[in-house]
């Protein structure tokens, strides 16, 4: 398949047209390894090596519609793995806007910071965020690209008033959990079944 299949895929599957103008402002194939380059529009996840993944398109897809990302937000990402998301995150919420995003492993986050240098809305930084990233906080959106078994508390202490929280959420298979900030209220809905690979602690 290639990009304007899968575009034209993603249509379909109801994806709005300002995710599908990132997608096909940002080349996939620059965020996979080598030897999966003519798979790069496939819909489907991809090895990037360390046992992790570029996420499906469909899902990275599907996760950003439902963050409701705005011009200007301010954005915290768990787990850059590749480094596509942010990529697309970036071109979504404009230079205004900035993305912060956190990777646990060293040669990733590495590899994603020379991939995203271009990037001026985007920062790297390589550890732990298993209880988010407060250095920064609060954030107007909260990707999670890693599954916790549950969100913990110090998530939505980083949320702004009428923030918005995405997470897979589950040991073995997940639920997609959107959780939404009203002052110190917190609605939470399902948005349907995915799996991922699990969110990585060093601290529990
Ligand atoms: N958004 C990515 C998909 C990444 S897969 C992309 O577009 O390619 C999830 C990533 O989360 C993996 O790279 C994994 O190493 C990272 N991760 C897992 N636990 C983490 C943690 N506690 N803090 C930061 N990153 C974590």
């Known amino acids: 398949m290639d990009k304007k299949r899968l575009i034209e895929k993603l249509r379909e599957k109801g994806i709005k047209e300002e995710i599908l103008k990132a997608i096909e402002k940002i080349d996939r194939e620059d965020f996979v390894l080598e030897r999966n380059l003519d798979e790069a529009y496939e819909d489907h996840p991809l090895s990037i090596g360390y046992g992790q993944t570029i996420s499906q398109p469909y899902t990275v897809a599907f996760m950003l519609q439902e963050l409701e990302l705005k011009k200007g937000d301010k954005v915290l990402e768990i787990g850059t793995g590749s480094g596509w998301n942010a990529a697309l995150i970036s071109n979504i919420i404009g230079e205004k806007g900035k993305i912060y995003t956190v990777e646990i492993v060293d040669e990733l986050a590495g590899k994603a910071k020379e991939k ?89």
Not at 144 to 159: D, G, N, R, S, V
Not at 195 to 202: E, H, Q
């Open 116 to 204: 995203l240098k271009n990037y001026k809305n985007i920062i790297v930084f390589n550890g732990d965020a298993s209880r988010g990233f407060v250095e920064y906080a609060p954030y107007d959106k909260i990707i999670l690209t890693a599954a916790p078994p549950k969100i913990a508390e110090e998530f939505k202490e980083q949320l702004t008033d009428g923030g918005i929280l995405l997470a897979p959420v589950g040991q073995y298979t997940q639920k997609l959990i959107k959780l939404t900030r009203n002052g110190n209220k917190f609605i939470e809905i399902e948005r349907g079944d995915f799996i991922f690979v699990p969110l990585v602690s060093k601290t529990c």
